[in-house]
């Protein structure tokens, strides 16, 4: 078998040893889900309405009182893109916003929340705050 060959065999199985390790560590943890929490951080006590769906899950229409919270959970996988969009409504404003995305977050507990000036995702510790704009 030509030296090539060899080589790209083994960086294939490697890749694959490395992917299935990293899916085990995860779930030797309790990683192998994404768990997220939408808290309605509004001024003046605003009630939040939001709807989040994904392609193929539509997670419904909730109502949020000032500083209550939506929560979700999805099954992690390094092979499949994750992507869920939500709309948010207050007083007489519509915003929408990707509130989950692979190639973004990167977080497995992921903690948002929802301002006027647009979604911040909260990180535990020291770590700041990642506001983002709303999308348009």
């Known amino acids: 078998m030509p030296l090539f060959i060899q080589k790209f065999l083994l960086m294939c199985v490697l890749l694959l ?11 030797i943890f309790g990683q192998d889900k994404v768990h997220v929490n939408v808290y309605n951080d509004l001024p003046g006590n605003s009630d939040l309405t939001l709807h989040c769906k994904s392609k193929d899950d539509d997670l419904g229409i909730h ?5 209550g919270q939506f929560s979700w959970n999805f099954g992690y996988s390094l092979f499949k893109q994750t992507l ?13 916003f990707n509130i989950v995305e ?18 911040c995702r909260v990180a535990a510790g020291d770590s700041p705050d990642t506001c983002f704009p709303w999308n348009k």
């Open 17 to 27: 040893l490395s992917s299935h390790n990293v899916l085990v560590v995860h779930s």
């Open 63 to 67: 109502i949020l009182h000032h500083g």
């Open 84 to 96: 869920f969009y939500c709309s948010f409504r207050w007083n007489n404003e519509l915003h929408w």
């Open 102 to 119: 692979s190639g973004r977050d990167g977080c497995f507990l992921c903690n948002w929340y929802i301002r006027q000036s647009g979604p």
